[in-house]
């Protein structure tokens, strides 16, 4: 799975009904483009992912 890899260079997590705050596993995944997260019931910051520095697309939309 991506999340124990270096390397994703997308990850999918939307319309999923996922809950709580941004996994900060996230944070791992150094080298990810594209991050799709709308349509759950996330809340709280984005500290865990805003330093992504290869980070293109963050779609947040519809969450908390």
Same mark, same amino acid.
């Given at each position: 799975?991506? $999340?124990?890899a270096k390397y994703c260079p997308f990850f999918r997590l939307q319309d999923n009904k996922l809950q709580g705050s941004i +996994? +900060? !596993? /996230? @944070?791992? $995944?150094? @080298? #990810?483009?594209? $991050?799709? %997260?709308?349509?759950?019931?996330? !809340? =709280?910051?984005?500290? =865990?992912?805003?330093? %992504?520095? !290869? /980070?293109? @697309? #963050?779609? $947040? !939309?519809?969450? @908390?």
């Open positions: 799975a991506c $999340l124990h +996994p +900060p !596993e /996230l @944070r791992q $995944l150094w @080298r #990810l483009k594209k $991050l799709y %997260l709308q349509n759950n019931m996330f !809340e =709280g910051d984005i500290d =865990g992912i805003a330093h %992504l520095p !290869e /980070l293109k @697309r #963050l779609n $947040l !939309e519809n969450n @908390r």
